[in-house]
Every structure is written in C-alpha cells, then in structure tokens.
C-alpha cells in the first residue's frame, strides 16, 4: 500500500527548497520591461533547465555516490546543514541569499537574454540545496519503487508548480504584497529546517550505525 504522507513530505521539502515563491520577486524584476512573448520564452526555459538538472541528479545521484567514494551518510550530514543555512536566510528573510550574489544580480540584468539559464534555472530554482536534496531521497530509496517514483513525482509537480506561480507571479505579488511573500517564505523555510535536521540526524545514524 502507498503511503500518501511520505509522497506529501517529498513534495514539500523539494518545493521548499526551489522556493518559487522566494524567487518570484526576482522573476519579476529580472524580466522587467520584457514583452510577454519574451517573458513566456525565460519561463519555459527556466523551467526546463530545474526539472531537467533535478532529474538528471536524482538519476545519476547514487552513481556519484560510488564514483566520489563518499557514503550516503556523510551525503545526509552535508545536505542536512546546506538545508538548515538556506532555511535560516529564508526565516531571516533573506530572500535567495545564499542562491544570489549581487554580481549576479547585476549581471542577470546585463545579460537578459540568458537569463532563463543562469540564474534563474541555476542557482535560484535548481540550486545546491535543491540539488543535494533529491540526490539525498534517491540515496535513501534503494530498490523501492515508490519512493523512486516520490522523488520523480516531487520533480516533475514542484516543476510545475513553479511554472504557473512564476507565469502568474505579478498578479500573485499584487495580491500577496512584499509581506505576503516574506510570510510564505518563512513558513517554507521552517519546514525546511526541519528536513535539513531530520537529515542530520539520519547521517549521524548511519555513521554510528558502521562503527
């Protein structure tokens, strides 16, 4: 039997750590002025590159595992602390901190046309967090076929779900406002840090565990 909740707490920490909502008032600024084809154009793009870097890491994840000779635990311990830093800048409220430099920022706008790809695909949407993320569930399914489909099941929705916040995100800024989005972000960012914890401590078991 499926168990729902396990799909649902995929979903969500994939989601909370792409943060579409926390990225929405960088789409929007980066795509100021553009023309709604041109808009419709970094969107698509953008969202191909985070469903398609997301899958690729969660396919070849536990290849790299192998290859680099690191364990899926010292993995666990390493993305549980990633996760709790981007967490704690988004309940500081600092929006995509720890995913965008003021370089970055500075050239995003100079360079609109590549825009889709960098940075808004990497490192906003399909960052390190995200990253370690899905290659951590993949690590952690072994041969089990439902939590394989979960964390594809996570992709391909949170890909979704921030095609169309980010397709609707000024009426969703107009209607939400600067503290709506601040608001949403920190309720993401606790969830996270719970996730990043819980991942922590399945690191540390699994070290004792091959004491």
């Known amino acids: 039997m499926v168990d729902l909740a396990i799909y649902a707490a995929v979903f969500v920490s994939v989601f ?16 100021d002025g553009f023309t709604p084809e041109d808009r419709a154009v970094v969107l698509r793009r953008a969202v191909i590159v985070l469903g398609g870097i997301l899958g690729l890491f969660a396919l070849v994840g536990r290849f790299l595992f192998a290859a680099f000779g690191f364990t ?4 666990e311990i390493a993305g549980g602390i990633l996760l709790f830093i981007v967490a704690y800048d988004m309940l500081s409220g600092e929006i995509g901190r720890t995913k965008l430099s003021s370089e970055d920022r500075e050239e995003a706008i100079a360079r609109r046309d590549e825009i889709s790809v960098v ?17 951590i569930y993949e690590g952690n399914a072994g041969s089990d076929p439902f939590m394989i489909l979960a964390t594809f099941l996570a992709i391909g929705v949170t890909t979704a ?10 009426r969703i800024l107009r209607a939400l406002g600067r503290v709506g989005v601040m608001a949403m972000t920190r309720v993401l ?16 078991e699994g070290v004792l565990a091959h004491l």
């Not at 779900?161 to 000024?170: D, E, N």
């Not at 840090?193 to 401590?201: I, L, S």
């Open 119 to 135: 940075p808004l695909g990497i490192p906003l949407l399909a960052g390190p967090g995200a990253i370690s993320t899905v290659m």
């Open 161 to 170: 779900a921030t095609f169309l916040i980010l397709h609707y995100g000024q």
């Open 189 to 204: 960012g606790l969830l996270l840090a719970a996730v990043g914890v819980q991942f922590v401590v399945l690191g540390v």
């Open 16 to 31: 909370a750590i792409v943060d579409p909502v926390g990225t929405l008032p960088f789409f929007v600024t980066l795509t």
């Open 72 to 75: 899926l635990a010292s993995f």
